[in-house]
């Protein structure tokens, strides 16, 4: 079974959703312990605009992802297509207008696409003992990952995302910004990472 595969979307593609990406894969391979975290979760991103196609990391987030014990290493930014969140078991997007841009590309991936900071604020409501057992292995925390995607789908219901759900865009801003919005990326990446694995 391929690892369960979480899409990380913003604009560009090389501030937010690579931070995103590489503190999820960092959280994650941190609790696998002996694991192979990258056996268990596959951390990608892409962006809505494709203007930097085939950049590195914008120079300040690629600091703090490597500040927060995270590697920049090997990215190189893509542009959002639909075979990208067809792949997708979980699609989390930095701003609702990417979140629309998703649904729109792909109606079917609705139930599956959250804004990151949505996605986070209805996390804390899951059930831990309604989930599938937890296991350092690709088929447990694939079932485990599925289950968390439906189980926050239905606390969403049909509420729509909040104005502070979205990430701001640090690009060309301070590094206060770029921290702050990393720390708004572990809000949501590291509960994510210890419910996949407890």
């Known amino acids: 079974m391929a690892p369960f595969t979480v899409l990380h979307v913003c604009m560009g593609n090389i501030c937010r959703s690579p931070m995103a990406e590489r503190l999820l894969a960092r959280a994650v391979r941190e609790r696998a312990g002996d694991a192979d975290g990258a056996q ?13 196609e085939g950049e590195e990391m914008n120079p300040p987030a690629a600091r703090l992802v490597r500040a927060r014990r995270g590697s920049d290493e ?11 969140i067809d792949e997708a078991d979980l699609i989390l997007t930095a701003t609702a207008d990417q979140y629309d841009y998703v649904v729109a590309l792909r109606p079917d991936a609705a139930a599956r696409t959250f ?8 996390l804390g409501a899951v059930d831990n003992a309604a989930l599938p057992p937890a296991e350092p ?53 590291m509960p994510l990472a210890a419910l996949l694995l407890p």
């Open 115 to 122: 804004v990151l900071g949505e996605f986070g604020r209805l």
């Open 137 to 189: 292995k690709p088929e447990a925390v694939h079932s485990r990952g599925a289950a968390i995607v439906e189980a926050v789908a239905r606390l969403r219901g049909t509420e729509v995302p909040q104005p502070a759900d979205d990430l701001d865009d640090p690009w060309g801003r301070g590094d206060q910004t770029f921290q702050r919005v990393a720390d708004e990326i572990e809000d949501t990446t």
């Open 74 to 84: 090997g990215f190189l930014a893509r542009k959002l297509r639909g075979d990208f």
């Open 40 to 52: 268990l979760l596959r951390s990608v991103s892409a962006g809505t605009g494709g203007w930097h």
